[in-house]
Structure formats: C-alpha cells, structure tokens
C-alpha cells in the first residue's frame, strides 16, 4: 500500500514538475515529502532540473538552496525559543528596555510583536544602500538606529504586516541576549543537537571558499543588479548580505533534507513525542498557535493557511503551519495529517522578476494531498 502511495506521488510530481520547468518556473526543483508517525513514517525526496539554464548541473540531493525567508521560523523563531528556554528573554519583553541606547525608538514593541509582524513596521527598506557604505562593523549598529528611525506604519498591535524589519531586530536581540553572533547560536544550539549543522546552515560573507564549504553545490540565485553579478552560495537578500550574510530574516542555506528533517522535529515536537534540548516543546506549541490579530493569518515566527488562496492550496488544516522563502522555497505542516512537505528551488534565477511559482505552489501541495489520498 505505501509502495503504491509512493508511486502515484512519483509519477504525479513527475508530471507537474516537468510541466514547470519547461514553462520556466524554475530551472530545477528538490520536494521532499513525510507523512505517518514517526515509527511507521515514511519520506520521500526527488529532484527535478537543472540548477540553471544552462543545463550544465542536474539537481540532486546535496544541491544547497539559498532559504531565504525561512531564516525566520527556522533559526530565529528557534532561536528566540532557546534564549525562553534559558530565560535570558520573555515575549513580553520590550525592545526600549533591550536597546536601552535607543531612546524613545521601539516605544511599546515587545518581542511578541515582532514574532507575529504586528509591531508597527513596513515590510520592506533598502537600508544595504545606506549600510554598504560603513565599515562592516559598524553595520549592525547603523541598522538598528535606521530600524529605530522608522515611522510607524500602523498601529501597533491592530494589524499584521509581514515585514523583514522586524526579524532584522528579532536578530539584532538574539546576539545582544545570547553573547553569540547569530550563525554560531544556531548551529550550536539549534542545529548540531539535530545533527542537521551540515545540512542547514548561514553562509557569513567569505565563508563560501572556506575547508569543506568548496565541495558543496549552491544553486545559483538571480543576477543581481546591486552586485552585478549571478549569485552562487552568496544570500540573495541584499539587506541580510549587508550584514555579513547573517541576519535574522535570510541567510539561511540548506539541502532539502536538512529542511525537511526540521519540519519533521518540528512536528514530533508538537505531538508531543519529542523534545529538542535547546528549547521547550510546550513553548513551540505556544508559537504554532494563530494570533488573534484583525484579519493575520500569522502565529509566532511561523504563518498559517489563508482561507482562501493559500500557498499550501486547498486542503490543509486550519491548524497546519508553514513559511515561504522568496527565492523560492516553501515548508508546510499539516498536524492533523502528519504531513510535512518542502519545497527547493531557485525560481529567481536568473531574475526576481519571475513570479510563476505562485500557480505552482499550491498545485504542487494539492498534488502530494491528493496522491496520498488524505483530502
């Protein structure tokens, strides 16, 4: 029976992903899929494509994918969750009493808020044009006096906003409250005790010629027109790789199984059959939960399926959460199926200007749904 599930979303994904490549969604793919609990589960992992056009480098399991906006549930979010572990940070704590230094900046945000995007910033600024003219080390202070400078663009707490500036703070309070630059924090705490540090890690800028670093194959991302030139295991986000390439909402790089070994923690964490050591399950549960924001589909640090037009398509849980990484890349959990499905790709490659994956990423979650025959 499982043989034969196993088949039918081979030869369905096979079918949808030919299709994308050959209308140019992108160039190539990794999907990687795990349902059942966790004595009986069972995980699937294919690739599609060419890491570009040029067809020269066929997508394969080891292919490392800039993350993108994953950085925020898997790194920072958990980050956040680790200093609650060691009670070095509460979620009511307020970004004035953190970066004292700031004045009246930050007034009333709390760490909360910048989980759930509802503290009041934009979504987007280009501070690396600004930042790319100081020396690297004062970069990280210049960014926290322009996030601290921000207008608000709402009130806050009334609305959510998805917004990279508010996880560039949440990322600025995780060294500031753990003494450890972010890359270190979470390799250390997050990711080694899962045994995933080779497979999801920051690439801090310089690094990616470094030891073993010159054996792994990053997918290239677009062709970037600050940096002129097609970026290759370099953060495609410019804010993050005026950081250093480390920052709190990109930077991430990872395979597609270190990305669906997370998800899967993830979910045995919230079952309650796991424990990860670095923070609390009863506290991840907490996070997996909606907020009671007007009209936001957003928990803590992870987003949950709109009611209509969700990235994760039609048939996920209400309950089921997940995260989408501009260049390309998306994870899902469904709880109520324990159900994680991943998605790699570098669908800005060459351009960002290709929006094609929006059509398939849903197309792609129904499929698996449909095949496993959990609708």
Request: aromatic share 8%; hydrophobic share 40%.
């Amino acid at each position: 029976m499982e043989n034969n599930k196993n088949n039918i979303i081979i030869s369905n994904c096979y079918a949808i992903f030919s299709e994308a490549i050959n209308s140019r969604v992108f160039p190539g793919a990794a999907m990687a899929v795990a349902w059942g609990v966790k004595e009986n589960r069972k995980r699937l992992i294919r690739t599609y494509g060419h890491t570009g056009y040029d067809r020269e480098s066929m997508v394969e399991e080891s292919t490392v994918y800039d993350l993108a906006s994953l950085t925020k549930p898997l790194a920072t979010t958990l980050a956040v969750l680790s200093l609650l572990k060691e009670r070095r940070i509460m979620l009511s704590d307020r970004v004035s009493d953190i970066f004292p230094q700031t004045g009246i900046a930050f007034t009333g945000i709390k760490i909360k808020d910048l989980l759930c995007h509802s503290a009041g910033f934009p979504a987007h600024r280009p501070y690396y044009l600004e930042l790319a003219k100081l020396p690297a080390e004062k970069r990280k202070e210049s960014l926290l006096e322009l996030l601290g400078a921000e207008p608000p663009a709402y009130e806050l707490g009334s609305i959510s906003i998805y917004s990279d500036l508010g996880f560039m703070l949440l990322g600025l309070i995780v060294e500031k409250k753990s003494g450890l630059e972010l890359a270190g924090f979470f390799r250390e705490k997050i990711a080694a005790p899962l045994g995933v540090e080779g497979k999801i890690f920051y690439v801090a800028a310089g690094e990616k010629g470094n030891g073993e670093r010159e054996k792994i194959r990053y997918a290239p991302t677009e062709e970037c027109p600050f940096r002129k030139r097609i970026l290759v295991g370099e953060v495609s986000d410019e804010n993050a790789h005026a950081l250093g390439g480390v920052a709190g909402h990109a930077g991430l790089f990872g395979t597609i199984e270190g990305v669906l070994e997370m998800g899967v923690h993830l979910l045995d964490q919230w079952q309650g059959r796991e424990e990860h050591p670095g923070y609390q399950a009863s506290d991840l549960r907490r996070f997996l939960i909606r907020q009671d924001i007007p009209g936001s589909t957003w928990a803590l640090g992870f987003d949950t399926p709109s009611a209509t037009g969700s990235s994760g398509g039609r048939y996920l849980a209400p309950t089921s959460v997940g995260h989408l990484g501009f260049t390309g890349t998306s994870f899902w959990i469904d709880p109520t199926r324990e159900l994680v499905m991943v998605l790699l790709s570098n669908r800005v490659h060459p351009s960002r200007e290709n929006s094609r994956i929006k059509q398939f990423r849903p197309l792609f979650h129904e499929t698996v749904i449909e095949s496993l025959g959990l609708v």
